[in-house]
Structures are given as structure tokens and as C-alpha cells.
């Protein structure tokens, strides 16, 4: 990757930290979420008129994108009500550079070379590391664990769609516009159905907070499906999920989760396996 689209990842990266500490400081996760994906799926309405309609091949990837964001979005949910930012986060994120390196190279024709393939373990395992640090001893709580397992799961389904589909159309402006259109009704309908008969109630408190986040979601998840246009996908993922770093001081800081030394050594680890794969590559 050039310079240029590296610091555009690394910005999306400080962007995403953000969306998810709102969404883990929220009262009513559900329904942060839905509002922050409403959010980011309004500036896509409002700008499908000025771009191009996506190429017939990218459709599926499309919409496979949209499904598995729907599965994203319910395991996120779980997994902040049941841990921290700084345990879930690491797990969800750190999960996912493997698999899609796996996945890239099976299914993308992206060919990893020794170095680069030794980088995202490396990355892949400081990330992990950063959520083994127990608030006061307490032992994991293991439905966190398995919900942001399989977040991390959903990540590389829809970043690999994402990826290959943004290829297959002329335009990326106009495959990023319909993904977010598309994906936003279904999550917002389900969280007005479940807080049915107090929609406003429910709502309203999280309104500036929610749509705030989906701004700010959009445009962090808008770089790097345009980045994977450009560069390959593995290498955009494995430099995004560094955002791990800022969401572990963030949880410390605001949130007032534990950090400690395990956590500093683990953030030294994710930027060396960052580094080890653009040098490799």
C-alpha cells in the first residue's frame, strides 16, 4: 500500500475504535446500533442519484455483504452486553485478519509471501493477547467470548465480499453507496419491533449519540472498502483491526476498564506484525 491509502486505513481504523466505544457506552446497545446504522445508510440514500448503478457482478457480493452484516450486528450486540470494550474488541477483530488472509488467498488469488503471511499472525495474536487481561481476576465471561468470535467470523465474510465485489464494478463510490442503502433497514425495523410500544422512549436518548456513530461508521468503513479496491485485502484488514489499540486505551481512559502491561506489550506486538506485512509485502 502507498503511504497515502496507509494513513486512510489507519484513520478509518481511529474512526471504528470510536463508533464501537459509543455503541458499548450506550444504555440500550441495540438500539445504538440501529440508529448508528441508520446513520450511515441515510448519506448512502442521499447520494445514490449521483453515482453510478453498480456493475451486474457485484451485486452478489452486495448483497452477501448486507446478510452478514445483519449477523455482525446481532453477535456485537450480545457480545457488549455480556463484556468490555477492551476484551470484546480484541477477540472480534484480532480474529479476523487470519481468516481473511486464508480466505483472500482461496477464494481472491491473493498469494501471501512468508513475511507476510508471519505479519498478520503476529498482528493477529498481539490483538488477541490485548483480551486476556481480567478486570480484579475475574475470570472471561465465556458468552463475550463466543459472541465476539463470531463477530470476528462476520468480519471476514463481509470484508472478503466487500473486497472482491468493490473490484468488479467501475466505480467504488457507487458499490459503498448501495451496501450501506441496503443494510441499514432491516437492523433499525428489527430494533423497533423489540421496543415496541415505547419506539420513541427507547429511542429518543440515543438519538444525537446513534447517528453521530453512523456518520462516523460510514466513513471509516467507506476508506477501506475503497482501500481494498486498491490494495489487497488482507493487507487493508490486518492494518485496520490496529484500531484494537485505541479501543483498549479508550476502554481504559473513559470506560474505566483495565489495561495494564499485558496490554502495552500486546500493542507493540499488533504494530511489529503491521509492519512485518507491508515490509514483506
Known sequence: MTLPVIGLVLLAAALHATWNALVKSGG??????????????LPAVVALPFV????????????????????????????????????????ARGAAPL?????????????????????IAIASAGIMSLAFARRNGAPDNPKAILFALGTGV????YSLADGMGVRRTPEAASYIAWMFALEAPLLVLIAMARRRGRVWTAFRPHLLTGLFGGLIAATAYGIVIWAMSLAPIAHVVALRETSVILAAIIGTAILGEPFG???????AIVAAGAALLQIGG
Not at 440500550?28 to 445508510?41: C, N, P, R
Not at 452478489?60 to 468490555?84: E, K, M, N, R, T
Not at 462476520?154 to 465474510?157: E, K, L, V, W
Not at 502491561?261 to 500493542?267: E, F, H, S, T
Open 261 to 267: 502491561r499485558l496490554r502495552v506489550a500486546a500493542a
Open 154 to 157: 462476520c468480519i471476514a465474510g
Open 99 to 119: 481468516m481473511v488472509g486464508v480466505g483472500a488467498w482461496v477464494l481472491a488469488g491473493e498469494v501471501l509471501s512468508v513475511p507476510e503471511a508471519a505479519g
Open 28 to 41: 440500550d446497545k441495540l438500539v445504538v446500533l440501529s440508529l448508528a446504522i441508520l446513520g450511515s445508510g
Open 52 to 91: 453510478p448503478f453498480p456493475d451486474p457482478a457485484s451485486w452478489p457480493y452486495i448483497l452477501a455483504s448486507v446478510l452478514i452484516h445483519q449477523g455482525y450486528y446481532f453477535c456485537l450486540v450480545f457480545a457488549y452486553q455480556h463484556g468490555d470494550l477492551s476484551q470484546v474488541y480484541p477477540i
